[in-house]
């Protein structure tokens, strides 16, 4: 799996164990997405994976590095893109395809 692959697989696991917020973002804590048992068999650098999608501006945190234990209350927040606002999120059946 290639780095822009691993970055949309992270988008997606975010959004699983994430919490949406009003501006159609997620958030997710690093504890949750480095303890979870799925992510730990997608990912085998999840701290890399992080740093590339925040490089790519699709997500932001503090700090630079990420450790377990010591950042596990650390928030990471997916930003929202142009269909992921609550109301399209609410617009979009189950398949995937946006109501007119």
């Known amino acids: 799996m290639n780095v822009e692959e691993e970055v ?3 988008k997606e696991e975010i959004k699983r164990l994430g919490k949406i917020q009003d501006d ?3 958030k997710v804590t690093f504890g949750v997405l ?3 048992d799925k992510c730990a068999n997608i990912f085998e650098a999840l701290v890399g994976t992080l740093r ?3 490089k790519r501006k699709i ?3 503090d700090g630079e590095l990420l450790l377990q234990g010591v950042h596990d209350n650390v928030e ?3 930003k929202p893109t142009p269909t992921s ?3 399209a999120v609410a617009a979009t059946t189950a398949d995937g395809i946006l109501k007119k």
Do not use: Q, V
Request: no cysteine.
């Open 8 to 10: 949309e697989r992270l």
């Open 24 to 26: 159609g973002s997620y």
């Open 34 to 36: 480095f303890n979870d």
């Open 52 to 54: 590339a999608a925040k």
């Open 59 to 61: 997500l932001t945190y």
């Open 76 to 78: 990471i927040t997916l």
């Open 85 to 87: 606002t609550p109301a």
